[in-house]
């Protein structure tokens, strides 16, 4: 059976459908590809309010007509202003951790479709990963990043949950979106599914609050804003650097918790972003968060692994620790991290009381962890985040050294490794 | 009076009094009754005393006007504001209960997403029962809520929280702006329902809104004053954010929790902008000084009651706010009254005679 090739026509509407956001004028084309690229667009899941009304824009009354005979509204629950944020300033960094990843794109399509995708795969994956089509995406693996840094530092600071800094090392892009491979998107307390890129860069747009606590949580929201009491000098607020989100279902609650209330879910949507206070601690997941590469960049960083780390969220703290570096060096630096919307919604995997077995040394950390972190003072002379990292790993190093294989030691020499590559892979932005 | 929404249990029933300041009518109790009827009223009636309010039939209550206010304080009854919903002090003064609740007469019942009537009274109750974390941010908030619990990475040592001495809750409808920001947001309804009981971190300050607030008497009751405002005096509609700095700095410094969020009450009076501009005139100055000094300020370590961390702030008010204008020289000093004033009607003279201003 002969399988006729695609013709020329084909082809270039499939590639305009991967393209379509740099398009600002369709009318030039005529009736009959409009709408083949329209119902293209459609089958591939990447109609959003943008592209359709890049469409209706065209004028053309045969697709115009075709819209309505379809019905197609736009969306309800907001597509949120992005304040200027292009499409082309944001990577999504997806750390994979399974081989194959086609429900989990699939799922996100409509949001992440727009953007350029990095994925990067956890070294210690033997299978080949699966990516569905209809995606802008970079794949890196072991041999990508084992030529870029070495092995020994791929196997250091990148395996497991980790490997996603890879993607945040080799990203030119201002903001980063990151989620865990186990999570979809999840729907708002009036069914909507929540578009949560979306949410994460609106987040990053608008400044942040941490200096005063509004009780109306985010003043920038619509139909919010700063109440009664608050200082008029503090409502412009400090550029937003971290923007961490939430998880119906299974919440990250640590093994002991989930093993002592193995029905627990967590089924409370909670419409709120909020700036946390300045001086205020809070364990950062990594499960579902967006960042200004530009500002904090090297303040997210690999490096703290347990000794029995393990592939499930419940066996590592990575995120933890660095998260609190990086509120740390927010506070310093006077930027802010905000928590609360959005929402994704996390699926089930691994189980928590295996996880309890492990000797799980993550416990004990955090109590040794916390009461330094409450007591570091960064120098007036980091005044940026790479700075203020080799500040933090000298303090760790400092505080923790003499405890033999200590994981915080390891982590504080992680730091220093991390610096170094950030100056060395990065290309440094041009401003 | 009864009726699908009347609670089986009245938590704290005679350990709870609801202070409530008017000056006009208390009709807003009629919605209110399903849940407050069980509880006895503290009402400061401000304004004109030989004027009768109503109260509905059926409460427990006892009701104080400004001729009570200076028979019961004599002299010191200088301390409390009058023409200012700030009155309210008082109740909590002569209050014999552990718990206050106090609510604004333009305050109604709130429906949750669900169409369901709101219990503010029991959730306020809920939340100071429980305890607060303000040592370490929870990104799941109120961790001991149904269906909640402290997320990965919390630390153990700190999970069984700290008392909780303040619930501070929201308002749906007209939120509680400042005079400017009405101005320009006439028509501005809060409509989001926030469902979240969250704990605010030690160190950070706060807006305390006098709305809808409930407070441990016993572990916090003598910071609770709520200023000089109103007639006579330079500045209004600040008292509550004044009693809330104070509060907090006490708060952080005797390692107790405060709370914000659920519940929510209706509130639907808006004020009039250009009288609340005139009012707050000075305070949107003055809170650029008073606020820094709040973050600023340290009290210490032998100031182990409030009444001596109020003392002690007093001073420091004298010493560092008195520069920015003589009205601070008086609120110090009526701090001051205000704590002897609670000492004398509450028997503990121990406390006070930590020396005085």
């Avoid at chain 1, 007036?380 to 203020?388: L, S």
Wanted: contains cysteine; glycine residues 6%; aromatic residues 10%.
């Amino acid at each position: 059976m002969t399988i006729t090739p695609p013709s020329l026509l084909s082809l270039s509407i499939n590639s305009a459908i991967l393209h379509l956001s740099s398009f600002s004028d369709l009318s030039p084309l005529p009736d009959h590809i409009l709408i083949d690229l329209f119902l293209r667009t459609l089958k591939a899941g990447k109609l959003n309010e943008k592209i359709l009304k890049l469409f209706v824009a065209s004028g053309d009354e045969k697709l115009l007509s075709l819209i309505r005979e379809l019905n197609i509204n736009p969306v309800i629950s907001p597509v949120l202003p992005t304040r200027n944020i292009k499409d082309n300033d944001v990577d999504i960094v997806i750390g994979a951790l399974q081989s194959d990843l086609t429900s989990f794109m699939n799922a996100w399509k409509p949001m992440f479709s727009r953007y350029h995708l990095i994925i990067v795969k956890d070294p210690e994956l033997k299978e080949d990963l699966k990516i569905p089509d209809g995606f802008d995406a970079q794949i890196f693996t072991k041999a990508d990043m084992d030529k870029a840094v070495g092995p020994s530092l791929t196997s250091q600071l990148f395996s497991g949950y980790s490997c996603r800094y890879y993607g945040y090392l080799v990203s030119n892009k201002k903001y980063v979106i990151s989620i865990d491979d186990d999570c979809i998107p999840a729907k708002d307390d009036k069914g909507f599914q929540v578009d949560a890129v979306a949410q994460h860069l609106f987040n990053l747009a608008a400044p942040a609050t941490p200096l005063f606590f509004n009780t109306l949580y985010d003043p920038f929201c619509k139909g919010a804003d700063f109440v009664r009491g608050y200082p008029f000098s503090m409502r412009e607020g400090v550029p937003c650097a971290l923007s961490c989100g939430l998880w119906l279902n299974l919440a990250d609650l640590d093994a002991p918790t989930q093993a002592l209330k193995p029905e627990q879910r967590n089924t409370r949507y909670v419409d709120a972003v909020l700036t946390v206070p300045n001086k205020a601690l809070m364990p950062l997941s990594g499960i579902n968060i967006g960042f200004n590469r530009e500002l904090l960049g090297p303040a997210l960083f690999p490096g703290l692994k347990l000794t029995k780390e393990g592939k499930v969220r419940w066996e590592t703290m990575e995120d933890v620790f660095s998260g609190m570096c990086a509120k740390v060096v927010c506070d310093h630096l006077k930027l802010g991290v905000k928590t609360g919307l959005p929402y994704v919604w996390r699926e089930e995997r691994g189980d928590a009381v295996q996880s309890l077995k492990k000797d799980w040394e993550g416990m004990k950390l955090m109590e040794d962890a916390i009461p330094f972190f409450e007591s570091i003072k960064l120098p007036a002379e980091a005044v940026n985040a790479k700075e203020c990292m080799l500040e933090l790993a000298k303090l760790v190093k400092e505080r923790f050294g003499a405890e033999k294989n200590s994981v915080l030691t390891q982590a504080a020499d992680g730091m220093i490794e991390w610096v170094k590559l950030w100056k060395k892979v990065v290309v440094p932005a041009s401003n | 009076m009864a009726g699908p929404s009347v609670p089986a249990t009245f938590l704290l029933k005679d350990e709870l009094d609801i202070v409530i300041p008017t000056i006009r009518n208390l009709d807003f109790l009629e919605m209110w009754r399903p849940f407050f009827q069980p509880y006895h009223l503290i009402i400061v009636q401000d304004g004109d005393p030989s004027k009768t309010i109503n109260v509905p039939e059926g409460f427990d209550y006892e009701l104080y006007n400004r001729n009570d206010i200076n028979r019961i304080l004599g002299p010191k009854a200088s301390c409390i504001s009058f023409k200012d919903s700030a009155c309210r002090c008082f109740g909590y003064m002569v209050s014999k209960k552990k718990y206050i609740y106090t609510i604004d007469d333009d305050c109604f019942v709130a429906k949750d997403p669900s169409g369901k009537d709101i219990n503010a009274l029991q959730q306020h109750i809920t939340n100071l029962l429980c305890p607060s974390t303000p040592l370490f941010f929870n990104t799941l908030y109120d961790p001991y809520r149904d269906g909640a619990d402290f997320v990965r990475g919390y630390p153990f040592s700190m999970r069984e929280g700290a008392k909780t001495a303040v619930s501070h809750g929201l308002w749906l409808n007209v939120p509680d702006y400042d005079a400017p920001t009405q101005l320009v947001k006439p028509l501005e309804r809060n409509t989001r329902f926030v469902d979240a009981v969250m704990t605010i971190p030690k160190g950070t300050l706060f807006p305390m809104c006098g709305m809808n607030l409930a407070f441990d008497r016993e572990l916090i009751g003598p910071a609770m004053y709520f200023g000089l405002m109103g007639d006579g005096q330079p500045i209004g509609r600040y008292d509550d954010m004044w009693a809330g700095w104070c509060v907090k700095v006490i708060c952080d410094h005797l390692g107790l929790g405060v709370k914000t969020g659920l519940p929510y009450i209706y509130h639907s009076k808006a004020s009039n902008p250009f009288v609340n501009l005139k009012k707050e005139y000075k305070g949107i100055f003055w809170q650029e000084e008073c606020i820094p000094f709040f973050q600023n300020a340290t009290l210490p370590k032998d100031c182990t009651t409030v009444q001596n961390c109020y003392i002690e702030l007093s001073k420091q008010v004298k010493e560092k706010l008195g520069k920015v204008d003589e009205y601070f020289v008086k609120l110090a000093d009526a701090m001051v009254t205000w704590i002897e004033a609670w000492d004398e009607l509450n028997g503990t003279p121990a406390a006070a005679a930590n020396g005085s201003a």
